[in-house]
């Protein structure tokens, strides 16, 4: 059984920084494509960041130069730091095995203004 937990997660003000992390646990056999997800009340699950084979990364626009994605391989841990938060950035954040489209449970941000 393979699972994702998410951690870090929580209340933050405007400008603050969080750190999230995404453990995989369980015997998986691809850990190439992670990304890191969000969803906010009402508004579709949206792809915030990615890292691929080799560490080639991806962003969304509106998290470009504040959001940096890494991962361990060792320890099967994807990282999203977060920097210079906006209240725009509140929202669940999923942590996904993209090989195998597994999600973790999701954890809470908040960015007060």
């Known amino acids: 059984q393979v699972q994702l937990v998410e951690s870090g997660g929580g209340l933050v003000q405007a400008g603050g920084s969080l750190r999230l992390s995404c453990t995989v646990s369980g015997s998986i056999f691809r850990f190439n494509n992670m990304g890191w997800y969000r969803q906010a009340p009402g508004k579709q699950r949206d792809l915030v960041a990615q890292v691929r084979t080799g560490g080639v990364t991806n962003y969304a626009d509106s998290v470009k130069g504040r959001f940096t994605i890494s991962r361990d391989n060792a320890k099967n841990t994807v990282y999203l730091q977060m920097n210079s938060l906006k209240p725009e950035d509140t929202a669940v954040y999923y942590c996904?095995?993209?090989?195998?489209?597994?999600w973790g449970q999701g954890t809470q941000v908040t960015v007060s203004s």
């Open positions: 996904r095995l993209d090989d195998h489209g597994l």
